[in-house]
C-alpha cells in the first residue's frame, strides 16, 4: 500500500470579485456587483461584449469588456450563442477571473470564501504517513494558502509554519514563503506526517 494519500482539492471562489469604480452618479469610489447578464453589440461585422456591473448604492452601470471590435468570422458561433443568452456558466467564468476585472477596471475588492471539492486519488487514510496534495484554483482568491490548509485539515497555522521550518511541509513550485501567499492554480503541497499522533485524522479531512 502506498504510504502517501493522494488527492485532488479543486477549489472555487465562492463571492465574485467586485470592481472599484470611480462612480460618476453617486461621487467616490464604490463597488459595482455583477448583473449577471452579457450585452452583445453588433455593429455590421464588429462584435462587442460586455458583462455588466452595476453600482451597489445607486445602480449606475459599468461594463466590463469581455470582447472588443472582434470579427463575427473569429468567434465561436457556440460561444456567441452562450454570450447572448446569459449562460451562467460563462457569466461564472468573466465574473470570477479576478486579473483580468483588476485589468479593466484598476481596483478590485476579492473575499476569500471558497468551497473545495476533495477527490481521493491514491492511498488510505489510514495506512498513509504523508500527504501530497493538487491544488486546482478556478479563478482567483485572496485567501492564503495556510488558511486554507489549517481550515480544511483542522491544523493550526502555527503548526503549518513549524512543518515548513522543518521542511516536512513542502510547496511546489512555489518554495519560500508560499504558505503565506494566495492560493495560486497548479500548487503542489506535501506534508510529511509520520509519527504524528492526528495523522490519520488529517489524513482522512484531506479527502473529506
Ligand atoms: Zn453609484
Do not use: Q
Not at 470582447?67 to 443568452?85: F, G, K, Q, Y
Amino acid at each position: 500500500m502506498s504510504r502517501t494519500l493522494c488527492a485532488r482539492w479543486t477549489i472555487a471562489p465562492a463571492i465574485a470579485p467586485r470592481p472599484l469604480i470611480n462612480c460618476n452618479r453617486c461621487g467616490g469610489f464604490k463597488p459595482y456587483r455583477c448583473g449577471e447578464k452579457f450585452r452583445v453589440n453588433a455593429n455590421g461585422k464588429r462584435i462587442d461584449v460586455w458583462l455588466i456591473y452595476r453600482c451597489v448604492d445607486c445602480d449606475n452601470s459599468w461594463n466590463f469588456t469581455v470582447l472588443e471590435r472582434r470579427n463575427r468570422r473569429d468567434i465561436e458561433p457556440a460561444l456567441l450563442t452562450a454570450l447572448e443568452s446569459n449562460d451562467p456558466a460563462f457569466v461564472r467564468r468573466y465574473a470570477f477571473d479576478g486579473a483580468m476585472l483588476r485589468n479593466r477596471a484598476g481596483r478590485i475588492e476579492e473575499f476569500p470564501d471558497v468551497t473545495v471539492r476533495k477527490e481521493l486519488l491514491d492511498g488510505e487514510p489510514s495506512g498513509a504517513a504523508a500527504l501530497a496534495l493538487e491544488l486546482r484554483l478556478e479563478g482567483t482568491t485572496p485567501l492564503r494558502l495556510d488558511r486554507l490548509l489549517a481550515g480544511e485539515l483542522g491544523l493550526s497555522r502555527s503548526r503549518l509554519h513549524a512543518l515548513d521550518d522543518r521542511k516536512r511541509l513542502t510547496v511546489e513550485p512555489d518554495g519560500a514563503r508560499a504558505l503565506r501567499k494566495p492560493v495560486r492554480d497548479g500548487l503542489a503541497v506535501r506534508i510529511d506526517l509520520a509519527g504524528d499522533a492526528d495523522c490519520s485524522a488529517v489524513l482522512s479531512a484531506a479527502c473529506r
